[in-house]
């Protein structure tokens, strides 16, 4: 008998309102380690409520959420990220007329008898992008020097500083060039080979037939369909999202054939 391991993040049944307008209803979602998950959905399918949810912005309403295996409850962003979830949004919260070193350390500076200890968060910030990236940037040059992609970049290297084991990403290749899409991806890649399991928010189709493991679609703020992305095609997807085909699992089912496997 095979066992798998629980995923390092679950949804069940969450439900969220503002005021009497139910934005999700009835949402199951898991995240295992070391894998990439696409969330999937049109403009108002619930996508970005979902990020909030998970990272403590907006609590859910109803339903569980799992980490490892066990509940828990995210009601603020710290708690969240006490569990190891960390969120690089859109707009990437960036400042950009800070250098690098002091985007990174932001409301985490490093001290030293008092002071702030400048040389350590400068050698911290040069070990953690000579990991994440092959061209580390002017880590003191004003952030808006550099490339779309380079902050992009520098924005995860941010959310990396925690240790987390859950990295939530928000479009992270919107109007980005090829090159810079091409890095970005290749760093996503990476961590996931780390062992991160990364839920990736995408309207390019590309991207994630590229990247990502799994899908998961949302449609008027319920699931409409979990897809093994290797094994299905872009129609079908694409499908699920406008809403041509309606496909409402119960549960996301998991790597079906190794669970078969397991119940054999």
């Known amino acids: 008998?095979?066992?798998l391991?629980?995923?390092?993040?679950?949804?069940?049944?969450?439900?969220?309102?503002?005021?009497?307008?139910?934005?999700?209803?009835?949402?199951?979602?898991?995240?295992?380690?070391?894998?990439?998950?696409?969330?999937?959905?049109?403009?108002?399918a619930g996508k970005s409520t979902l990020?909030?949810?998970i990272s403590g912005v907006a609590p859910a309403d109803q339903g569980s959420i799992e980490w490892e295996g066990r509940p828990v409850h995210i009601r603020r962003p710290q708690e969240a990220r006490d569990l190891g979830i960390a969120t690089v949004y859109q707009d990437l919260a960036l400042c950009g007329n800070l250098d690098v070193v002091a985007n990174l350390f932001l409301g985490r500076?490093?001290?030293?008898?008092?002071?702030?200890d400048e040389v350590?968060?400068?050698?911290?910030?040069?070990?953690?992008?000579?990991?994440?990236?092959?061209?580390?940037?002017?880590?003191?040059?004003?952030l808006v020097s550099l490339s779309s992609g380079q902050r992009q970049t520098v924005a995860i290297a941010r959310s990396l500083l925690g240790d987390p084991r859950v990295l939530l990403?928000?479009?992270?290749?919107?109007?980005?060039?090829?090159?810079?899409?091409t890095e970005v991806l290749d760093l996503v890649d990476r961590l996931r080979d780390h062992g991160l399991g990364i839920l990736l928010i995408s309207h390019n189709m590309g991207d994630v037939k590229a990247l990502a493991d799994r899908a998961a679609v949302?449609?008027?703020?319920?699931?409409?369909?979990?897809?093994?992305?290797?094994?299905?095609s872009q129609e079908q997807i694409i499908s699920s999202i406008t809403g041509a085909t309606e496909n409402v699992p119960r549960r996301p089912a998991h790597h079906e054939a190794e669970s078969e496997e397991r119940d054999a």
């Open 1 to 3: 008998m095979i066992l």
């Open 5 to 44: 391991p629980p995923p390092l993040l679950a949804l069940r049944g969450v439900c969220k309102r503002f005021g009497v307008v139910e934005v999700l209803r009835d949402i199951e979602l898991e995240l295992y380690a070391g894998e990439v998950l696409a969330l999937l959905g049109d403009n108002g």
């Open 51 to 53: 990020v909030k949810v």
């Open 109 to 116: 500076e490093i001290r030293r008898f008092g002071f702030l």
């Open 120 to 142: 350590e968060m400068e050698l911290r910030t040069t070990q953690l992008l000579e990991r994440l990236t092959r061209s580390v940037p002017d880590l003191r040059g004003p």
């Open 169 to 181: 990403l928000d479009e992270p290749t919107a109007a980005l060039g090829f090159e810079q899409t």
């Open 218 to 232: 949302l449609r008027l703020g319920c699931n409409n369909g979990f897809f093994d992305v290797s094994t299905s």
